[in-house]
């Protein structure tokens, strides 16, 4: 998908892939499994909700285990790093 200055509203937008600039995207369900690139900058969302599947669900059960476990810091350092809009160690930086 590529989108551009564009309002995008109640659709199901498949985020692998994409390049969406600018857009405003209301009530949308957005979907990231982590397969391929993307590119989404400078948008707004109104009224969405996110789905996450393949890799990028697995990520996050990753986090969740490691934090069951017992690995906190570990977890709130990355989310902390993500919150505080730092690099995170060893996760390339190349993905806006």
């Known amino acids: 998908m590529y989108a551009e200055n564009m309002t995008i509203?109640?659709?199901t937008v498949f985020l692998d892939g994409a390049t969406i600039h600018n857009c405003e995207l209301r009530r949308c369900k957005l979907v990231f499994s982590g397969y391929l690139n993307y590119s989404l900058t400078h948008c707004k969302f109104e009224e969405c909700t996110?789905?996450?599947?393949?890799?990028?669900?697995?990520?996050?059960?990753?986090?969740?285990s490691m934090n069951k476990m017992g690995a906190n810091e570990m977890v709130?350092?990355?989310?902390?790093?993500?919150?505080?809009?730092e690099a995170i160690p060893g996760?390339?930086?190349?993905?806006e």
């Open 9 to 11: 509203e109640d659709k």
């Open 50 to 64: 996110w789905a996450f599947n393949g890799p990028a669900s697995t990520v996050l059960q990753f986090l969740r």
């Open 76 to 85: 709130q350092h990355v989310v902390k790093a993500i919150l505080d809009n």
């Open 91 to 95: 996760v390339a930086e190349d993905v």
